[in-house]
């Protein structure tokens, strides 16, 4: 049984730091893992999604890698913003396509202006 | 291009009654899952549609349920409502089908609360 972990679950940082969010997962046999953000009472707004062929993806100020063998994925955000402020969560797929993502419980980022 | 739709947003029932939540999917998308979110359990995989289909389903009781319309719209029913089943439920839909290549894209959520 697949299991996703975001630890630490909380994190608060000052304004410009850059930060590096950490993902594991015990099956590496996955299709695909994506990196979500959600804001207090809010849905989920998909960052970046980095399919199993792939070893990183970015977008702007974030950049996720993907290493399958050791189960683990890194969100990493340049020079932090209040606007940041969010809880983080990755979610991976099975192999096969499987529609059924797995999330971690996310991590809480406080970013302090 | 409008996300995804869900009503109603917040709800509050009482224990034994059911609820009905509604979705609708990004124009085009033909895929719709659905998600609990709580905050001891986290999110967790209820169902997914596609072209009326339930393809997949995750480990809830019989008193959950869904379907989905011609035009993609699905709808979810918690039947007989425990104290439990209070949560955030979020609906998604995605621009593929099998294999899944693309981004997940995810409504607003209804809250529900059960006294």
């Known amino acids: 049984k697949q299991e996703v972990t975001q630890i630490p679950a909380a994190l608060s940082v000052p304004e410009g730091e850059n930060l590096v969010l950490n993902c594991s997962f015990t099956?590496?046999?996955?299709?695909?893992l994506q990196w979500f953000r959600q804001d207090p009472g809010k849905g989920l707004t998909s960052l970046l999604l980095?399919?199993?062929?792939?070893r990183e993806q970015t977008s702007g100020r974030l950049n996720a890698s993907l290493d399958k063998s050791s189960g683990r994925s890194t969100l990493y955000i340049a020079a932090s913003q209040p606007g940041d402020s969010a809880t983080y969560l990755c979610a991976v797929a099975g192999q096969g396509g499987s529609e059924k993502l797995v999330f971690g419980k996310g991590m809480k980022l406080t970013v302090n202006p | 291009k409008a996300g995804v739709t869900q009503t109603p947003r917040y709800l509050i029932k009482t224990r034994g009654q059911q609820v009905t939540l509604s979705c609708s999917p990004i124009s085009g998308h033909r895929s719709v899952s659905w998600y609990q979110q709580t905050p001891g359990q986290g999110l967790q995989f209820l169902f997914e549609y596609f072209s009326e289909t339930q393809r997949n389903k995750g480990n809830f009781p019989g008193r959950f349920s869904g379907r989905q319309f011609s035009n993609s719209r699905s709808e979810m029913n918690v039947s007989t409502l425990e104290l439990g089943d209070s949560a955030l439920y979020l609906c998604?839909?995605?621009?593929?089908?099998?294999?899944?290549?693309?981004?997940?894209?995810f409504g607003e959520g209804s809250r529900l609360t059960v006294l």
């Open positions: 998604a839909s995605r621009p593929r089908d099998r294999p899944n290549t693309g981004e997940l894209f």
């Open positions: 099956d590496s046999a996955i299709y695909n």
């Open positions: 980095i399919q199993s062929s792939q």
